[in-house]
């Protein structure tokens, strides 16, 4: 049912609102974004302040976010068109036929940091909500990055696939997603390297390329594998360096490896390498500047309207100024 001019007019004052409240929330000088960083001087103690800080946040944001999610789900369209005016980070993976998706079928986004308050911030869960459309079944597409460290010292974001129910002949990612899915299922069932699913998800990959892949392969990252026990481990022996560093003691630390083809080859079947990156582009950009987005938007659709208006008049005056015709005698 369409929105009436005056309810649309308040909602669009809520969001402008709620906007403002969040800009206070955030305006402290170190962004979440700034957790991932490994340059910055004194680092094992700024990392700790940082994480707390994001801690902090997602805190205060929660009730505001929840507020949000009630007002955008009355707007028609606002999702899609946040997507619209994505920044480059997020929209240079979206496809023609992805952005047909997005925009006739997405009805909600959400992202929760779904290991708080006890876990690491930095874990994040990105949430697509989805109307009836041609392409899958799914209704809900929801992709979990769990924030981990090895025994090498190497942190960052790991995933696990998720599948889509592709309606027929509709697969955007040409059958790789389901392959990667099936590679997933073979390694936990652990029949090795040699499967059949990998064989033809890498000849697949050799053959077309990943130039241009559909959005919707983000859903098959899986990252480096990294167990619970280790990343437990892991953090145990970080924790007792950075307290050793507190109390002024030296503390050996591990030379950097220069060789990395072992990370090279768990990332080899990757579908979509770049997947943390614009998942965290999603979480830290998008998500809290949603509001931001779809303002954009409209102030586009009014400026087209504008220009729309203008060519008409500029018509309309050419064709009275034009001089009409004398009849012959």
């Known amino acids: 049912m369409p929105l009436g001019t005056c309810r649309y007019s308040i909602l669009l ?3 402008i609102c709620f906007l403002q409240q969040a800009e206070k929330i955030f305006s402290y000088p170190i962004s979440p974004a700034q957790t991932s960083y490994s340059s910055v001087p004194d680092f094992h103690q700024t990392l700790p302040q940082a994480l707390l800080l994001v801690r902090q946040q997602a805190k ?3 009730d505001l976010y929840a507020k949000r999610a009630k007002v955008v789900s009355e707007i028609p369209n606002f999702w899609p068109l946040v997507f619209e005016q994505a920044p480059p980070d997020i929209d240079e ?18 992202v929760e940091r779904f290991e708080l308050p006890n876990g690491d911030p930095r874990s994040i ?33 790991v995933s696990e696939p998720v599948k889509i129910n592709w309606k027929a002949d509709k697969d955007l990612t040409s059958g790789m997603l389901d392959l990667v899915y099936q590679v997933w299922e073979d ?9 059949e699913a990998k064989k033809k998800l890498k000849s697949q990959m050799e053959s077309t390329g990943l130039d241009g892949v559909s959005f919707f ?23 007792e360096k950075r307290k050793a560093r507190k109390e002024g003691k030296e503390v050996e630390e591990e030379p950097e490896e220069e060789d990395e083809d072992d990370d090279d080859d768990e990332y080899e079947m990757e579908i979509f390498p770049t997947a943390d990156d614009l998942a965290v582009c999603i979480a830290e950009d998008l998500w809290p500047g949603a509001i931001k987005y779809f303002l954009a ?6 400026l087209s309207d504008i220009n729309f208006e203008s060519d008409e008049e500029m018509d309309d005056e050419e064709d009275d100024a034009q001089p009409s015709k004398k009849r012959k005698a």
Not at 93 to 107: C, E, G, N, W
Not at 126 to 153: H, P, T
């Open 13 to 15: 004052s809520a969001l």
């Open 60 to 62: 205060l944001t929660k």
């Open 93 to 110: 993976y979206v496809q023609p036929t992805d952005s047909a998706v997005l925009l006739s079928s997405l009805v909600n986004l959400s």
């Open 125 to 157: 869960s990105i949430k697509f909500e989805f109307s009836e459309n041609e392409y899958f079944e799914n209704k809900v597409l929801e992709k979990k990055f769990w924030w981990r460290r090895n025994k090498d010292g190497w942190a960052g974001l």
């Open 187 to 195: 390694d936990k069932a652990g029949k090795g390297d040699d499967t």
């Open 217 to 239: 392969a983000w859903f098959g990252f899986r990252g480096l594998s990294i167990s619970e026990e280790e990343n437990q481990a892991a953090l145990k022996e970080e924790q």
């Open 297 to 302: 938007a409209q102030e586009q659709d009014a």
